[in-house]
């Protein structure tokens, strides 16, 4: 019913039967084992930005907040494999592309999700904040337009599903 109302919310997870097999057929191969191994060496930089950010920390006889390493290394990694984008969350920590990471799943809306579908419906209140969503999906659309005009050849899992696409 909420589906039915509000759309794809959480994109392959919410889709069933014939739209479901469409789309895993067009997703599939731009998460190929070989299409994902290309991204090794850009996680394996983040990786090395991680442990420098961690020295410096130590360094500075700072105290390691782990949690929050974790999700600057986390993002990293979201905007450079995902998206081909050098966001920096280490040194540049409230980036665009973080602080809109960081509203698109806020925990209210699970909850309520959760716990009050109905409500939810009523009210048309996606899972999702909105203005996050269309920062990212107008961040998609963008790239790939670049990409397209330019013919640039990016080893990120974007690159992997533009080219799933026009095969």
Sequence with gaps: EYLASMGLQLGLSDLRGEMWKTLRKLLSPGFSAPRLKKTTHAQN?????????????EEQGSI?????????????C?????????ADCFNDPDNDFT?????????????????FPKLMLTLRIPVF???S??????????????????????????????????E
């Excluded at 930089?45 to 920390?57: A, T, W, Y």
């Design 129 to 131: 904040n909105p203005k």
């Design 64 to 76: 390691i907040e782990i949690e929050e390493d974790m999700k600057k290394f986390a993002m990293t």
């Design 99 to 115: 602080s809109k990471g960081k509203a698109l799943s806020e925990e209210w809306r699970f909850l309520m999700c959760f716990f």
């Design 45 to 57: 930089r983040i990786s090395r930005l991680l442990v420098d950010h961690l020295r410096k920390q």
């Design 133 to 166: 969503t269309k920062h990212f999906e107008k961040l998609c659309h963008q790239i790939v337009e670049q990409r397209r005009n330019s013919k640039e050849e990016r080893k990120d899992i974007l690159n992997s599903m533009i080219k799933a696409v026009d």
């Design 78 to 86: 979201i905007a450079d494999v995902a998206f081909g984008l050098d």
